[in-house]
């Protein structure tokens, strides 16, 4: 056996690159209206948080993707801040990330845009 290869076998092996966990206590999920052609999205209201002209939502989509979604209503551009994926019914796995500001130009997006921002 060559031990030089062995370093190499984590390689191979199929690991989550998530560095952070997120333990949902009583989550209250609700469907976005609107978004149901393009893949039902759920948006949990327990998280969402309003700082001025921006909300900030955690979203999960039909493939049950996890994203935290910062969107700003008044320009009408939102970013993602953070994926991940469900380790559990109410445990997240997930990374910060940094996507730069988008207009919601989707009908899927649109809908989620309007959803939140109709929030008071």
């Known amino acids: ?6 370093p190499l076998l984590g390689l191979l092996i199929a690991m989550p690159a ?9 989550p209250t999920w609700k469907e976005v209206p609107g978004t149901q052609f393009d893949g039902t999205a ?3 209201m327990n998280s969402i948080r309003r700082s001025g002209r921006k909300v900030t939502y955690d979203v999960v989509n039909s ?3 996890y994203s935290r979604v910062e969107m700003d ?13 469900f380790e559990t019914r109410s445990r ?16 899927y997006h649109k809908a989620l845009a309007a959803f939140v921002c109709s929030l008071k």
Do not use: H, S
Not at 1 to 6: E, G, Q, V, W
């Open 42 to 44: 759920y948006v949990e």
């Open 63 to 65: 493939e049950a993707a």
């Open 73 to 85: 209503c008044q320009r009408q551009q939102f970013r993602t801040v953070r994926v991940g994926y």
């Open 92 to 107: 997240i796995n997930y990374k910060p990330i940094n996507d730069p500001w988008l207009k919601p130009e989707t009908a």
């Open 18 to 26: 998530y560095a952070e966990r997120l333990d949902l206590k009583n």
């Open 1 to 6: 056996m060559n031990l030089r290869a062995l």
